[in-house]
């Protein structure tokens, strides 16, 4: 469903020399639908940057990102929201609105795509019971501990019941304790049905995952393996 041809992404300027920069350099592959990915390697080896393409943020240098054969920066921009709601997007820093509660976060989302009264009543509380925060459906964000503050975003890219969740380091803010927890979401989510790509750079949780891994090593691809292990 997902495929990725012959990609390359160059930022022509570096801000700290003015030197152009190639995040991702000529990488293929392609995701099947309900898989679960990892794309893993050091900090600035392109990990972001593969993900900001899949969702549209960036346009590729060269080569082409297609969803269902759909080349997604090739389509009109009127039918980008739609290609995006289909994608849901998860990142380090959680990126909630503090003045609103777990609740509201999500509701916001829904609120954003005019969805009414009735359909926000029914699928927030869904999705919170799903992330196992029903019991904090009326905190702001500052009262929610770190994996809290997670599992809430994690909630809130789950309300347009997308195929895919993309996970850019979700981890990288958490203690061990709530590292493991995240991740055992995330499985039980892909075991619900949704395709999953994960980046992180905590060596750990792949290891002990036992599925497929990417490695990226300054923006090319260096290995691809079904029960990867994280090798750099
Ligand atoms: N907007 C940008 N402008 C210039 N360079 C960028 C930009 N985004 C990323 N880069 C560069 O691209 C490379 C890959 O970055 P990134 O995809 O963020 O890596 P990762 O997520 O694996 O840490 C790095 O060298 C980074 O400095
Ligand atoms: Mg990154």
Redesign the pocket.
């Known amino acids: 469903m997902i495929k990725f041809q012959e990609v390359t992404k160059i930022?022509p300027?570096?801000?700290p020399n003015g030197y152009p920069?190639t995040?991702l350099d000529n990488i293929s592959f392609e995701i099947k639908p309900k898989e679960f990915v990892s794309i893993v390697?050091?900090?600035?080896?392109?990990?972001?940057?593969?993900l900001r393409l899949l969702m549209a943020e960036e346009k590729p240098t060269r080569g082409q990102v297609f969803i269902d054969g759909l080349d997604i920066h090739k389509i009109k921009p009127g039918k980008l929201p739609a290609v995006r709601r289909r994608i849901g997007a998860v990142f380090q820093d959680y990126k909630l609105l503090p003045s609103k509660t777990a609740y509201e976060n999500v509701a916001y989302v829904m609120e954003v795509i005019g969805a009414d009264d009735l359909e926000i009543a029914r699928d927030v509380p869904e999705v919170i019971e799903i992330v196992g925060l029903t019991e904090r459906t009326n905190n702001f964000p500052v009262e929610l501990s770190g994996g809290e503050k997670q599992r809430l975003s994690i909630a809130r890219a789950l309300i347009h019941r997308p195929e895919v969740i993309l996970a850019?380091e979700p981890t990288g803010n958490l203690d061990p304790y709530n590292t493991s927890d995240i991740i055992r979401l995330l499985l039980k989510i892909h075991e619900l049905g949704t395709t999953v790509v994960l980046?992180t750079h905590n060596k750990e949780i792949i290891n002990k995952l036992g599925k497929r891994v990417i490695t990226?090593e300054n923006?090319k691809i260096i290995r691809d393996e079904e029960e990867g292990r994280f090798i750099l």
């Not at 390697?41 to 593969?50: E, F, V, Y």
């Open positions: 930022f300027t570096n801000s920069t995040a390697g050091r900090s600035g080896a392109g990990k972001t940057t593969l850019d980046s990226l923006g």
